[in-house]
């Protein structure tokens, strides 16, 4: 139903499906991934960013209205969804959402029926990071991301919230807790063997405090739990931390340079 309100929450269950089991529905024959690719460049004609200011609020606006972006959300969670037409959809969606706060507060309600549920950013930051996902893809969700936090700087802060220490919170009860997108983008961007996780989690993290003295001040707060050596802890700011991955990545490479000559 087109006129029916969109609910302030929704949840999406698409990967509780058998992937091994093929129905009409889920199977992504060519002509039906050319039809939805196409009807995705056209939704993402109207809404670009680079397109009439006003034109976009209004798009954005109708497609929230009548339930397209609902029906775009679920899009990104159907099992068995080619990587491309994936990638397409995660990009139409941030388009979609990017600076709209009403859009965006409707994206981050969307929860993946794991266990326990999860938002969906969760998800599409650990696909982010997952080095067996296909270039593009990983892009997309950076762009997606990126798009998400565009002119809200509420989720802004709640990013560089979940890095931040917790008063009166035990280890047993931080440990129990839900992965939170901080955990997510530290666990990248300091991932030893995947630099594009490093790149595409700091790019992330640059979006996070862009435009924010506020943030920019909070960012250097963060503490990581770092080894030195067997059994051995110690907290270091995560400014240090990433300085030190760029002095040892310029070190390797000099290395690198003059093994070769």
């Not at 698409?14 to 992504?28: K, M, Y």
């Not at 507060?105 to 999860?118: A, E």
């Not at 998800?123 to 996902?133: A, D, G, V």
């Amino acid at each position: 139903d087109l006129n029916s309100s969109t609910p302030s929450s929704m949840s999406l269950n698409g990967l509780d499906q058998d992937p091994n089991t093929t129905t009409t529905s889920t199977s992504w024959t060519l002509q039906k991934t050319t039809n939805l690719s196409l009807l995705l460049k056209l939704i993402r004609c109207l809404v670009a960013p680079n397109n009439s200011q006003q034109i976009v609020v209004d798009c954005q606006k109708a497609f929230s209205h009548f339930g397209l972006l609902h029906r775009l959300c679920a899009l990104l969670i159907l099992p068995g969804v080619p990587a491309d037409l994936l990638s397409e959809s995660i990009t139409t969606v941030a388009e979609v959402i990017r600076g709209n706060t009403a859009n965006q507060q409707l994206f981050s309600t969307v929860m993946m029926q794991t266990n326990p549920p999860k938002p969906i950013i969760i998800i599409l930051l650990m696909s982010m990071i997952n080095e067996k996902q296909p270039f593009h893809l990983r892009c997309s969700i950076l762009y997606c991301f990126q798009c998400f936090l565009y002119k809200n700087e509420e989720k802004k802060a709640e990013t560089i919230d979940t890095l931040l220490p917790k008063e009166n919170q035990s280890a047993q009860s931080i440990s129990q807790s839900q992965i939170t997108t901080g955990q997510i983008l530290c666990s990248g961007l300091f991932n030893p063997n995947d630099s594009v996780s490093n790149w595409l989690c700091a790019v992330a993290l640059a979006h996070t405090i862009n435009d924010s003295s506020i943030l920019k001040e909070q960012l250097l707060r963060v503490q990581l739990a770092v080894n030195i050596t067997s059994g051995s802890v110690q907290p270091v700011s995560l400014m240090q931390q990433c300085m030190n991955i760029l002095i040892d990545s310029s070190s390797t490479n000099n290395h690198s340079s003059g093994s070769t000559g």
